[in-house]
């Protein structure tokens, strides 16, 4: 199994961007998955959560203005980012639980590669 993060780039402030996060191999599930982001000189955090059943959590600073969905036919989630700020600049990564034929169904967690986002002012 692998995760594939892509979609970010440099934009201005008051801008959008949409990240993908999408999964490939002997995969039987997609179970949670999850968005962090991690800025210069600090900690990676969690900003965005959706369930296989859809329900979605958001760290404080980007509720409202980031929405994340995923569409399971193409075993992919999104992370719509809008009203971007500059201190939105980071490494963005995505994180899934995925059951897998090779695991013998076993549920276990993968990481995209990372993509950066760039707000100027």
């Known amino acids: 199994v692998q995760l594939q993060a892509s979609g970010g780039g440099l934009v201005r402030a008051g801008g959008s961007l949409r990240l993908s996060c999408v999964a490939s191999?002997?995969?039987?599930?997609?179970?949670?998955v999850d968005w962090y982001r991690q800025a210069p000189g600090k900690q990676r955090e969690m900003i965005a959560h959706?369930?296989?059943?859809?329900?979605?959590n958001y760290e404080e600073s980007v509720k409202g203005r980031f929405t994340i969905s995923r569409d399971d036919a193409k075993n992919t989630v999104y992370l719509k980012m809008d009203s971007l700020k500059p201190e939105d600049t980071a490494v963005y990564y995505c994180?899934?639980?995925?059951?897998?034929?090779?695991?013998?169904?076993?549920?276990?967690?993968?990481w995209g590669q990372g993509t950066l986002v760039t707000v100027s002012s």
């Open positions: 994180n899934a639980y995925i059951r897998s034929y090779s695991s013998d169904w076993r549920q276990l967690s993968y």
């Open positions: 191999g002997d995969i039987v599930s997609i179970n949670n």
């Open positions: 959706i369930t296989s059943d859809g329900y979605t």
